[in-house]
């Protein structure tokens, strides 16, 4: 089956700096990656919408400038949390669709900042 | 406005049956999903249904009918591994996939 590989899984940072994850879709082009984040006990939350060579559609509330979004290619999409502050700890998870019905999720990564 | 109800919590022991209901009020329908989602980790697809009735998958079954906006997943000969928590999305007519809160199921031995 379709396989999404997420990168890195945990990551800690200092505060002010910035960290990118990847994800990565394996054995299908992606045309579309979706970017969530996950609260404790929550829903996930769609942040981002993107589309192989063009700019991310953001939801409503999300900083764009904060979270940089780049999906240069039909298998890579990253997400760079740009000066991180505390608040922005959580898990973030990628998701990606060849076009056809069906999202196959990343792993997750659970961002700490401090 | 959107909104995927489904209860906050539930708890069954081991070696029996649980249902988990969602209902919907979306813009559009294009088909429910059920996920999977152990802590510390991303969901994993269990099944996904577009037209009424029962689709069948091992232990695990799930339900849907449109014209009542509702589904249940049925999760059989329940195991430990079982706890977890169960998502339910419905992607809308934009294909969004819009997602409920999740059902976090407890088994007890």
């Known amino acids: 089956g379709a396989v999404v590989s997420q990168h890195p899984s945990r990551v800690i940072c200092k505060s002010g700096t910035s960290v990118k994850i990847e994800c990565r879709s394996l054995?299908?082009?992606?045309?579309?990656m979706f970017w969530y984040r996950q609260f404790p006990k929550k829903s996930l939350m769609l942040m981002a919408t993107s589309n192989e060579g063009s700019k991310a559609t953001y939801e409503q509330g999300v900083e764009k400038d904060k979270f940089l979004i780049n999906h240069a290619s039909l298998t890579l999409s990253t997400l760079t949390v740009t000066s991180a502050h505390p608040e922005d700890s959580s898990f973030y998870i990628c998701?990606?669709?060849?076009?056809?019905?069906?999202?196959?999720f990343g792993s997750g990564t659970r961002l700490t900042v401090v | 406005g959107q909104n995927i109800d489904q209860p906050t919590e539930m708890t069954a022991t081991e070696g029996a049956i649980v249902q988990i209901n969602c209902t919907y009020q979306?813009?559009?329908?294009?088909?429910l999903f059920w996920y999977q989602q152990h802590a510390g980790e991303a969901p994993t697809f269990l099944s996904y249904n577009v037209l009424d009735g029962l689709e069948e998958k091992g232990r695990f079954s799930s339900f849907l009918s449109r014209s009542k906006g509702y589904s249940y997943l049925l999760l059989k000969e329940l195991q430990m591994k079982d706890s977890a928590s169960y998502l339910c999305a419905v992607m809308d007519s934009n294909y969004q996939l819009i997602w409920g809160a999740g059902t976090k199921l407890i088994i007890k031995p």
């Open positions: 998701s990606a669709s060849d076009g056809a019905v069906g999202y196959t």
């Open positions: 979306t813009s559009g329908f294009n088909g």
């Open positions: 054995d299908f082009q992606a045309t579309t």
